[in-house]
């Protein structure tokens, strides 16, 4: 199966992390936001769940890995790729 983005996964979906790319929009952060990421469990490896999105699906994207919640701005959410899997 081919990764994607983890934005573009439908609420209630499971995932396995693959890889955290590089977004432009960061700038020089870009590296900062990856490390800050991975600190909080999003790893290569780790599987999440996408419990839902924000007003009108935009911001933030709420997401649990490792029996902990998290909201994410979309932007963080497009550096995530990952592939959908059975929970």
Do not use: C, W
Not at 7 to 36: C, M, N, W
Not at 64 to 71: R, S
Request: glycine share 10%.
């Amino acid at each position: 199966m081919t990764a994607v983005p983890l934005h573009t996964l439908p609420k209630g979906a499971h995932a396995k992390i693959i890889s955290i790319d590089i977004q432009e929009a960061f700038g020089a952060h870009d590296e900062k936001v990856t490390l800050r990421l991975k600190e909080l469990g999003f790893l290569p490896g780790a599987t999440l769940k996408i419990i839902g999105y924000g007003l009108f699906g935009k911001d933030p994207i709420a997401v649990q890995i490792n029996g902990t919640k998290f909201g994410l701005r979309r932007r963080e959410a497009e550096k995530i790729l990952a592939v959908p899997h059975k929970a």
